[in-house]
């Protein structure tokens, strides 16, 4: 598999919309695969400082996908650094569409695969990483068991100003077409998981 590209564009304006000829594409990492990742179908977070933070779906030490950091150095450049590698086990595999970044730093996701549950390679979970030091450590705040909860999640998540977390399932619940669901801060770090609505499919179906 040819090696992902993360492409940042720049576009330069005068008051007026520039005519789609003036558009400048810089890539400012090209992703080799491997163990600093491959397939990002991420979207893109930005911290105070500048870093971004996405994620790859594979790649990374165990190939079932990373969560990244990439740093501007003041001349252009710019560094990549693997913040965590899924092992696709308990702790997840396949994380889509990135991370949600919280006011003290620590970022927010899910994966589609690993964790339990009655799903073939796991039915997901969704994870939180805190940056210690340098040293970043993930938390799985639920790992999803395919039965009223939902499975396969794959969006990102939302944070509400009192820390509480929002996402969706796709499928599962109790009509099988997914689930929004919201994640409250508990004791010790923990997290308590309420079904908010499961999708019937005249209402839709789960994202």
Request: net charge negative; charged share 15%; hydrophobic share 35%.
């Amino acid at each position: 598999m040819k090696a992902s590209l993360l492409a940042l564009a720049l576009l330069t304006t005068s008051g007026v919309a520039a005519p789609l000829h003036a558009a400048t594409t810089t890539v400012v990492y090209s992703f080799e695969g491997g163990a600093d990742g491959e397939y990002t179908d991420t979207d893109l977070v930005r911290d105070a400082a500048g870093n971004l933070y996405g994620t790859s779906v594979q790649g990374g030490t165990h190939a079932s996908g990373t969560v990244w950091q990439l740093h501007p150095n003041g001349d252009g450049s710019w560094t990549h650094t693997v913040l965590y590698s899924f092992t696709g086990g308990a702790d997840g595999a396949e994380p889509y569409k990135g991370v949600t970044l919280d006011s003290a730093g620590n970022l927010y996701g899910t994966a589609v695969t690993g964790g339990g549950g009655v799903c073939e390679g796991g039915c997901g979970v969704a994870y939180k990483l805190t940056d210690n030091n340098g040293t970043w450590t993930q938390t799985v705040i639920h790992q999803f068991a395919g039965a009223d909860d939902g499975q396969g999640p794959g969006a990102r998540l939302t944070l509400d100003d009192s820390g509480n977390v929002y996402g969706t399932a796709p499928t599962g619940g109790v009509n099988g077409l997914g689930t929004i669901y919201e994640m409250k801060p508990a004791k010790h770090g923990t997290y308590k998981f309420k079904l908010l609505h499961a999708f019937t499919g005249a209402d839709g179906i789960g994202g």
